[in-house]
């Protein structure tokens, strides 16, 4: 099945999303509300349509604060092995880990990865099964101490491109 897209997404999109996550049950009719003190005219109808379009490309992503269940959140950043396959060996280890974010790209690491953990004895064995995988170079990581979420930067509407942009 071919992976879908959202070509459109726009401003209209990143104030509804806002709003959802600031407010999972607000009315549509609040939205279009907000919508239109924006300057943006939009039906209630419209906004169904458009919530329903946005939920297609949205995870449920339920987030437990670690620090009210005492668990750690571990944070490792991957390099790996000069080696042909390397990448691909040590994204599959690290997906078959209790990590519940992994990501590959480009920049300093070439994997990142995020787990919660019920001690530090079990991060220093999760950091130690990482250290040892042949396609393992180096592992730098941390235990989150203090953090700070504001869901409001998530989908920072200032760095959206508009279409003339793209």
């Known amino acids: 099945m071919a992976k879908q897209t959202f070509e459109s997404f726009d401003d209209i999109d990143g104030v509804i999303l806002q709003t959802l996550a600031e407010n ?15 300057g943006y005219e939009m039906s209630s109808e419209g906004v169904r349509y458009r919530v329903d379009k946005i939920i297609e490309l949205t995870t449920v992503f339920f987030l437990v604060d670690p620090r009210k269940v005492s668990w750690e959140i571990l944070r490792v950043a991957v ?28 920049g300093t690491y070439d994997i990142y990865a995020v787990g919660s953990l019920p001690s530090l004895e079990k991060v220093d064995e999760l950091v130690t ?38």
């Open 24 to 38: 999972p049950r607000v009315p549509y009719s609040e939205i279009t509300d907000t919508l239109a003190d924006l």
């Open 79 to 106: 390099s790996t092995a000069d080696t042909e396959d390397a990448k691909d060996e040590a994204f599959d280890l690290l997906c078959e880990q209790p990590f519940w974010h992994v990501s590959r790209g480009v």
């Open 129 to 166: 099964t990482v250290r040892e995988a042949d396609s393992v170079q180096k592992v730098d990581y941390i235990v989150v101490t203090e953090r700070n979420q504001d869901m409001t930067q998530y989908l920072n509407m200032d760095y959206l491109l508009s279409p003339e942009d793209a």
